[in-house]
């Protein structure tokens, strides 16, 4: 696991899927912000949430920034009601290049991708 429980994989495609484990504190989200800020513009971007057990208020706040502010298309994945709901205060719901998958697992073309049709 990377820093502040970081991973990041670039899939064949230029895709990318960042995934988090543990707690999701401001240290991580301003860390997804510098990966997400570094994105190309229109790549494909799936953040995993789906090893986080813990998630602090204010580090969703950053990673909501950090999602208005990039040009590259966001895929959320394994986040929480309540983590939903500020995502969602700040905009993030109306976004059309960011989406909040209910999926258990990431898009076939990312690295370490498990999913079957």
């Known amino acids: 696991m990377g820093e502040n429980g970081i991973t990041c994989q670039e899939g064949s495609d230029g895709g990318v899927l960042i995934s988090t484990?543990?707690?999701?504190?401001?240290?991580?989200?301003?860390?997804?912000?510098?990966?997400?800020?570094?994105a190309e513009p229109g790549a494909?971007?799936?953040?995993?949430?789906?090893?986080?057990?813990?998630?602090?208020?204010?580090?969703?706040?950053?990673l909501a920034q950090a999602v208005t502010k990039t040009e590259a298309e966001v895929s959320l994945m394994g986040l929480g009601q309540h983590q939903r709901r500020i995502l969602a205060y700040f905009g993030i719901k109306d976004l059309e290049r960011t989406q909040i998958d209910d999926g258990d697992a990431p898009p076939e073309s990312l690295?370490?991708?498990?999913?079957?049709?």
């Open 44 to 62: 494909h971007v799936v953040i995993d949430f789906r090893r986080t057990r813990d998630f602090v208020d204010f580090a969703v706040g950053i």
């Open 111 to 117: 690295p370490g991708s498990t999913r079957t049709t």
């Open 21 to 38: 484990e543990g707690s999701f504190d401001a240290a991580a989200a301003w860390k997804i912000g510098d990966l997400l800020a570094t």
